[in-house]
């Protein structure tokens, strides 16, 4: 069987979305047994990477680069450095929607590209009875389930939110009937907002648009037929932290839920890292550890 890791990573002006899905990769090489890799990216931004990086990191670190050719949908979108700065930035995430055409694997794991893999816990996805895997729940460094509100509905009253940063799947058709309605909801993002009532953030979220295809799929009837991953709470640095150090395949990470109020953590498992830039200054520390 065909299995292995896909991530779409497109730079913009501000951020080097290469880059952390070259770090991504390198920690899925050294840390999982199943570690088949697969970029979908531009020709701008991998022209980026070997010119910082080389062919041979690039071809350690990727099995598959795809070129994907099609438009890159822009949305507009605020990024954090923790709550000290932000800049705005041109955001390409829609063409996360061609992802079960572009996967060359028979069963993906589609993470995002600042998803840091820093256990073995993905090992035991493969070769599930479920087609689609994916996660709920979702904590933040201090193991709080309530981030930003978002994380256990579209909002209030509405359907449960899915966290698109990690999921699994395979190429059945009813995995192919979720992808095919995220594109119907990508085209007609406006109305759905209108109909489900989620929050308008400016920008196209793969989350929205997955817990919708979802609940289409189950008849508009809210049930838990899709499974959590292995490990079933999502952990999150948010923008508002900052990575600090990276040793031996460990993150610190420093939170400041209130001004002032830091606090250090010490993270040994898979971790959404949201702050874009702080992946970006730890990026030499992970890639001298994960390249070796």
């Known amino acids: 069987m065909n299995r292995g890791y896909l991530i779409h990573a497109y730079n913009n002006w501000e951020i080097d979305y290469g880059e952390m899905a070259l770090c991504a990769c390198l920690l899925i090489k050294k840390h999982l047994r199943t570690n088949a890799t697969a970029i979908a990216t531009s020709h701008d931004t991998l022209d980026c990477l070997m010119k910082k990086h080389g062919p041979n990191l690039i071809a350690q670190a990727f099995d598959h680069i795809i070129i994907n050719s099609a438009p890159r949908d822009s949305n507009d979108r605020t990024f954090h450095d923790t709550r000290y700065s932000h800049k705005t930035a041109t955001y390409h995430n829609s063409n996360r929607a061609d992802s079960f055409k572009l996967s060359p694997f028979d069963e993906t794991m589609l993470i995002d590209a600042d998803y840091l893999v820093l256990d073995n816990s993905f090992d035991t996805v493969w070769g599930s009875p479920d087609e689609i895997m994916v996660n709920k729940l979702v904590v933040d460094l201090h193991h709080r389930e309530d981030l930003g509100g978002f994380n256990k509905r579209l909002n209030v009253a509405s359907i449960p939110l899915y966290w698109a940063t990690a999921m699994y799947f395979q190429k059945t058709m009813y995995v192919k ?24 953030s400016g920008y196209f979220r793969n989350d929205y648009a997955l817990s919708i295809a979802l609940h289409m799929l189950n008849g508009q009837i809210e049930h838990d037929t899709v499974r959590s991953l292995p490990i079933n709470k999502l952990m999150v640095a948010t923008e508002y932290d900052d990575l600090v150090n990276f040793i031996n395949g460990t993150a610190y990470c420093i939170s400041e839920a209130q001004q002032g109020d830091f606090k250090l953590h010490k993270i040994d498992t898979n971790i959404h890292i949201m702050n874009k830039w702080a992946i970006g200054r730890m990026a030499p520390r992970i890639i001298n550890y994960a390249a070796v």
């Open 177 to 200: 009937s979720v992808f095919d309605l995220i594109s119907v909801i990508k085209e007609n993002y406006q109305f759905y907002q209108n109909l489900y009532k989620f929050p308008l």
